[in-house]
C-alpha cells in the first residue's frame, strides 16, 4: 500500500510560479512510475505530466511542455511538480499518483494510488 500526500498548492498570480510536493509512504513507491492530474470545477481529471520509476523519462501534456518539470527523490520518497509561468486555466486541484504498471501512463485508471490533491488558484 502507498499513501500519498500532496502540498505546495495556494493562491498565486498569473506569471507565478509553484512547486507541488508528494510525499509518499511505503518502500514500493520507488519501484513505480508516478504521474500528476489536475481537476477543474466541473471537468474531467486529466493527465498533467508523467515521470519513470527513477525520474528519468517524463512525459508531459501539450499545455504542460515548456511550463511544467516533474522530478522525484527516491531517497526521501517525495516527487514534485514546478510550475513556472502560471496561467489562469491551470486553477484546479492537484493530484499526484502512482501506477503499479511499466511505461508511461497518461489515463487515470493506470493508476492505482492518489492523494487527496491541493488547490492551485491563479488569478489574472
Known amino acids: 500500500q502507498i499513501q500519498l500526500v500532496e502540498s505546495g498548492g495556494g493562491l498565486v498570480q498569473a506569471g507565478d510560479s509553484l512547486r507541488l510536493s508528494c510525499a509518499a509512504s511505503?518502500?514500493?513507491?520507488?519501484?513505480?512510475?508516478m504521474g500528476w492530474f489536475r481537476q477543474a470545477p466541473g471537468k474531467e481529471r486529466e493527465f498533467v505530466a508523467h515521470?519513470?520509476?527513477?525520474?528519468?523519462?517524463?512525459y508531459y501534456a501539450d499545455f504542460a511542455k515548456g511550463r511544467f518539470t516533474a522530478s522525484r527523490d527516491n531517497a526521501n520518497y517525495r516527487a514534485y511538480l514546478q510550475m513556472n509561468s502560471l496561467k489562469p486555466e491551470d486553477t484546479a486541484v492537484y493530484y499526484c499518483?502512482?501506477?503499479?504498471?511499466?511505461?508511461?501512463?497518461?489515463?487515470?485508471?493506470?493508476?492505482?494510488?492518489w492523494g487527496q490533491g491541493t488547490q492551485v488558484t491563479v488569478s489574472s
Open positions: 499518483a502512482v501506477a503499479r504498471r511499466g511505461g508511461i501512463a497518461t489515463m487515470a485508471y493506470d493508476y492505482d494510488f
Open positions: 515521470a519513470s520509476w527513477n525520474g528519468d523519462t517524463t
Open positions: 511505503g518502500r514500493t513507491f520507488t519501484s513505480y512510475p
